[in-house]
């Protein structure tokens, strides 16, 4: 791959350590605003996150949520050095998304 190709990537990882500052918040984020949006009468939308709830309660958001960092952090150790950033934005881009679609749904049905 060219200099130009891996440009972008070189880049962002100027400012991975910044963007694995943004996954903490939008995992929380998320998990906090999935289950008061369940204690009001919400339901999950993942078939997986739903079926752990039901199965296990609330731990299982959690549970789940250290999984996906545990399989992110695997991922980071085995991708190329300038490619790493990937991670934090894979992690912190869906946790945002569902963050603000909860929140909608939470202020809509409310």
Do not use: C
Not at 7 to 30: C, F, H, K, Q, T
Not at 81 to 105: D, Q, R
């Amino acid at each position: 791959m060219t200099t130009h190709e891996t440009g972008i990537w070189r880049s962002l990882n100027e400012y991975e350590a910044a963007l694995w500052g943004l996954v903490v918040p939008s995992m929380l984020a998320d998990t906090v605003l999935t289950y008061y949006g369940i204690e009001r009468g919400l339901a999950e939308g993942n078939p997986i996150a739903r079926f752990g709830l039901e199965q296990f309660g609330y731990g299982a958001l959690g549970a789940l949520k250290i999984f996906a960092l545990a399989i992110g952090l695997v991922g980071r150790a085995l991708l190329p050095e300038g490619y790493t950033a990937v991670v934090p934005l894979g992690l912190a881009i869906p946790w945002t998304i569902a963050s603000v679609i909860n929140a909608t749904l939470i202020v809509t049905a409310t």
